[in-house]
């Protein structure tokens, strides 16, 4: 299978900053998605990243608020803007493989917004 | 709306012991895909075991096997011979329609698996 590389994998960062999570996979997948995972909770789709177009997002996810980019198959970036502490969570990059399409993911990016 | 349920925050199994995670779904397209994942303390997101809904057989992967009931829209996970590395969380999620067409993969709450030594 494929492997995703995320970065950074952890990072502190003050309230009304930005960030962007980079996420590198080492061969072509067609489809690509961020994922949020909240402390103690389940992973939550974020959006979905489309290569060469605006990504496609969920409800309650804006392009304001997690601009994402995938200018080719292999690489794709999620900003998380003006931060506060409910931002705090590890986002996770996943990339879809395989016969049966399942998803392979990064090993995620913590972050603590204070 | 799909949706994912998992209905036991948290299990506990003896060692060597055998335990079944639960997960309902719910569905209204007759193509869709169910997976497995688990996720130690590390936090990375180790995939398992898929089921496709129109599989005849349950899918077995190693000491992992998926208890596939249709009708019931059920797919619990079942693990044989349970060890120690076994502890994690583990994510039931499923898909609607045929992958590599955009379909995204929607995750239940989690199941806690603590295995007792």
């Known amino acids: 299978s494929a492997v995703i590389s995320q970065k950074p994998s952890r990072d502190i960062c003050q309230r009304g900053t930005s960030l962007t999570i980079q996420c590198q996979v080492d061969s072509q997948v067609t489809m690509m998605f961020w994922y949020r995972q909240q402390p103690g909770q389940s992973l939550t789709l974020i959006a979905t990243?489309?290569?060469?177009?605006?990504?496609?997002?969920e409800s309650g996810f804006v392009i304001d608020k997690f601009p994402i980019s995938r200018p080719n198959l292999t690489f794709s970036t999620l900003t998380v803007s003006n931060m506060s502490p409910e931002d705090s969570s590890i986002y996770l990059c996943?990339?879809?493989?395989?016969?049966?399409?399942?998803?392979?993911f990064g090993e995620g990016s913590r972050l603590t917004v204070l | 709306a799909q949706k994912i349920t998992q209905t036991q925050p948290g299990m506990f199994v003896q060692e060597k012991e055998a335990v079944t995670l639960d997960c309902t779904y719910d569905?209204?397209?007759?193509?869709?895909?169910l997976f497995w994942y688990k996720q130690p303390s590390s936090g990375e997101m180790i995939f398992l075991i898929y089921?496709?809904?129109?599989?005849?057989q349950n899918a077995t992967e190693g000491r992992y096997s998926l208890n596939f009931q249709k009708a019931r829209k059920s797919a619990n996970l079942v693990i044989s011979a349970s060890q120690l590395g076994d502890s994690a969380m583990y994510f039931c999620?499923?898909?609607?329609?045929?992958?590599?067409?955009?379909?995204?993969?929607?995750f239940g709450q989690g199941t806690e698996l603590s295995v007792k030594p």
């Open positions: 569905t209204s397209d007759p193509s869709y895909g």
């Open positions: 990243a489309n290569q060469g177009s605006e990504a496609t997002y």
């Open positions: 999620a499923m898909r609607e329609g045929v992958h590599n067409q955009g379909g995204k993969l929607i």
């Open positions: 996943s990339g879809e493989t395989g016969i049966t399409g399942e998803l392979f």
């Open positions: 089921q496709g809904s129109y599989d005849q």
